[in-house]
């Protein structure tokens, strides 16, 4: 079982599924700044006392703000989904004529990612692909914000992992070519790491980053994901017969 595991991360090329997991990076990169700062932050900040992220020295800031519980949270929410999605494609696959199916989610993919460095395009989404979230998980993650311990942070990010959101989305689709359950949660796993940068830097520097830091990473973030948007139409144009 394990020989077949480590096969399948071979599904898309002795280099394609690094080359995956880079590319689901620099949208989890560019998305962190002009998506999750802005979606996410209050989470966040939430979960720091008023004051905490100033007080200490650096490195005693920098350990508040770094939450590592709750991202630890949000990396296996985040895996455990890029795994359903990478072991359901691959599923797929197994049936004779449907070896088309990878190539095909990478492109859309790539489509996705690209429509999340043009805003007044995403603006247009179907409302499916808006974030909200629904008053079911509202009602439990409430009480995790009222005692923000390391468990219920954990338990916070877990949660959250599952809100609806569009640049998700296209990175689930990319990770489901993958061509398999570990593969996807490995894509998956490159993803959610990139977001985690600016999410630090809400919680270390609060409104500062909002004001000082985001409106130049914004500029940046269009590049990001036009580099993810190759990367992937690469990796599909490699795929087809």
Known sequence: MIASCLHALDTLGADGLPALVA????????????????MC?????????????????????????MLLPYHLGRALGYALLGGVAGGFAAGLTLVPGLAWVPPVLLVLAALMMATQAMPPLAARLPAWQQWSMPGALRRRVAPLLDRPRARHSFVLGLLLSALPCGL?????????????????????????????????????????FRRRTEPVLRRLAPVLYGVNTLVLLGLAFRMMP
């Open 41 to 65: 932050g209050p989470f966040v900040l939430a979960q720091i006392a008023p004051g905490e992220s100033l007080a200490g020295g650096r490195l005693a800031r920098l350990s508040g703000a």
């Open 168 to 208: 998700l989305y296209g990175a689930l689709v990319g990770a489901a070519a993958s061509g398999s359950a570990l593969a996807g949660a490995l894509a998956m796993a490159g993803f959610v790491a990139g977001t985690v940068p600016a999410l630090v830097g809400v919680a270390l520097l609060g409104r500062l």
């Open 23 to 38: 590319a689901l990076f620099l949208a989890g990169l560019a998305g962190g700044v002009s998506h999750c700062a802005a």
